[in-house]
């Protein structure tokens, strides 16, 4: 068996899982901080929550290219 080297379009694919893996920890966050206390979340949860759809759009782009080159 051969080991194939791994293509740059896997990478993506796993920067899209990762970012929106982070993303969705984060909203879950919000909502635990929320339910648990009473102060508000800061800032940098809001953001953390903002690459959830970044991650999602990375993987959309992963989902076309890859599917192109498959033609």
Known sequence: MTNSPRR????L?????ALFGIGILA??????LSIV???EPG???YLLAMLAPVG???ALVFALWSGRRAR
């Open 8 to 11: 740059r379009s896997d990478r």
């Open 13 to 17: 694919l796993q920067l899209a899982v």
């Open 27 to 32: 909203v879950i966050g919000i909502f635990v």
């Open 37 to 39: 206390s009473d102060s």
């Open 43 to 45: 800032l940098w949860l």
């Open 56 to 58: 999602f759009l990375l």
